[in-house]
Antibody, heavy 120, light 106 residues
Framework: EVELVESGGDLVQPGGSLRLSCAASGFTFSNYEMNWVRQTPGMRLEWVSYISSTGLTIYYADSVKGRFTISRDNAKNSLYLQMNSLRAEDTAVYYC?????????????WGQGTLVTVSS | DIQMTQSPSTLSASVGDRVTITCRASESISSWLAWYQQKPGKAPKLLIY???SLESGVPSRFSGSGSGTEFTLTISSLQPDDFATYYCQQYNGWVTFGQGTRLEIK
C-alpha cells in the first residue's frame, strides 16, 4: 500500500527557513515523479513544485521560485522541500503527492500533510 | 495561468439524490482534468482523471464528463460517505485547481 508521510512543519517567523520531508513506502519511489502541493487556510489548493523521478527536471510555481528548493533521495525513498525567506502567505498545509509520468499530470497519492505557519 | 471556476460553491442535497458539480476552464484544456474528494482533516483523494476515467477503487456512482472548457462531476445516488468538498484540477499547463465545492447534507 502506498504511504506518504510528511514531516517538518512548524511555526516560523517571516524571513525564516524550514525543511519539509516526505517519507515514501509501499511503492518503487524511484519510478515516480513527485510534487509538493499546499492548501491555504482558505482551503485553496496550490501546486508548489515538481521533481522528476531522476531529479533532473524541476519546476516551481512563480510564487515560490527563488525561495524554495525541491530535492529527492531515491536511496532513502524521501522527498524534501527547503523553504527559505518564508512569508505569511506561505502559511498552509503542505502535501507531497505522486504522479505517473512527466509533468503536468494529476496526483494519484497524497500524504496526510504537514502544517507550516509563518507568523511573528 | 489557466483559471478553474467551480459551481456551485456549496451544494445541499439528500442521500439518494443525483448531484452535478461544474468546473469551467478559462481556456481549452482538452480532457486534462481531474476531480478530487476531500474530507475534513484529510488529504484530497483522486476520483476521476482525464475528465472521465474512474480511478481504481472509486465507486461507479461517480462519473465525469466534458472536454474543452466545461466539465462535470456527477454522483448518481448520494451516499452518506459522499458529503465532502470536491475540487477540479487541470493539467494542460501549469497545474491549477478550482476553488472547491462543498457538498452538505440538506
Amino acid at each position: 500500500e502506498v504511504e506518504l508521510v510528511e514531516s517538518g512543519g512548524d511555526l516560523v517567523q517571516p524571513g525564516g527557513s524550514l525543511r519539509l520531508s516526505c517519507a515514501a513506502s509501499g511503492f518503487t519511489f524511484s519510478n515516480y515523479e513527485m510534487n509538493w502541493v499546499r492548501q491555504t487556510p482558505g482551503m485553496r489548493l496550490e501546486w508548489v513544485s515538481y521533481i522528476s523521478s531522476t531529479g533532473l527536471t524541476i519546476y516551481y510555481a512563480d510564487s515560490v521560485k527563488g525561495r524554495f528548493t525541491i530535492s529527492r533521495d531515491n536511496a532513502k525513498n524521501s522527498l524534501y522541500l527547503q523553504m527559505n525567506s518564508l512569508r505569511a502567505e506561505d502559511t498552509a498545509v503542505y502535501y507531497c503527492a505522486t504522479q505517473l509520468g512527466p509533468a503536468p499530470e494529476y496526483f494519484q497519492h497524497w500524504g496526510q500533510g504537514t502544517l507550516v505557519t509563518v507568523s511573528s | 495561468d489557466i483559471q478553474m471556476t467551480q459551481s456551485p460553491s456549496t451544494l445541499s442535497a439528500s442521500v439518494g439524490d443525483r448531484v452535478t458539480i461544474t468546473c469551467r476552464a478559462s481556456e481549452s484544456i482538452s480532457s486534462w482534468l481531474a476531480w478530487y474528494q476531500q474530507k475534513p482533516g484529510k488529504a484530497p483523494k483522486l476520483l476521476i482523471y482525464k475528465a472521465s476515467s474512474l480511478e481504481s477503487g472509486v465507486p461507479s456512482r461517480f462519473s465525469g464528463s466534458g472536454s474543452g472548457t466545461e466539465f462535470t462531476l456527477t454522483i448518481s445516488s448520494l451516499q452518506p460517505d459522499d458529503f465532502a468538498t470536491y475540487y477540479c484540477q487541470q493539467y494542460n499547463g501549469w497545474v491549477t485547481f478550482g476553488q472547491g465545492t462543498r457538498l452538505e447534507i440538506k
